[in-house]
């Protein structure tokens, strides 16, 4: 399974961005997928996931201002960032829990970067 995020870039404090992570491949369903950040200096932390029934999960700090969806039928998730401030600042990447022909795997796309400076 291959990963494309988008959706990453500069804006101000306060503003919105949307992400896009869409998996592509053959023979595989997706469990669960999910966002992961990792800032400057700092380790990846979890950001927000979201299980094939819809059940989402958030870290404390976005909590309200986050929000996770999926597109099952376009095996893509989205992570729509409100009211952003610069602690949001990170490089976020996807990453998908699959299962194929070989078992459970995991995948992570490449990273996209956003930036909330003013």
């Known amino acids: 399974v291959q990963l494309q995020a988008s959706g990453g870039g500069v804006v101000q404090p306060g503003g919105s961005l949307r992400l896009s992570c869409a998996a592509s491949?053959?023979?595989?369903?997706?469990?669960?997928m999910a966002w992961y950040r990792q800032a400057p200096g700092k380790q990846r932390e979890l950001v927000a996931g979201?299980?094939?029934?819809?059940?989402?999960n958030y870290v404390d700090s976005v909590k309200g201002r986050f929000t996770i969806s999926r597109d099952n039928a376009k095996n893509t998730a989205y992570l729509q960032m409100n009211s952003l401030n610069a602690e949001d600042t990170a490089v976020y990447y996807c990453s998908v829990l699959y299962i194929d022909s070989f078992g459970r795997k995991t995948s992570w796309g490449q990273g996209t970067l956003v930036t909330v400076s003013s």
């Open positions: 491949g053959s023979g595989f369903s997706i469990n669960a």
């Open positions: 979201i299980t094939s029934g819809g059940t989402t």
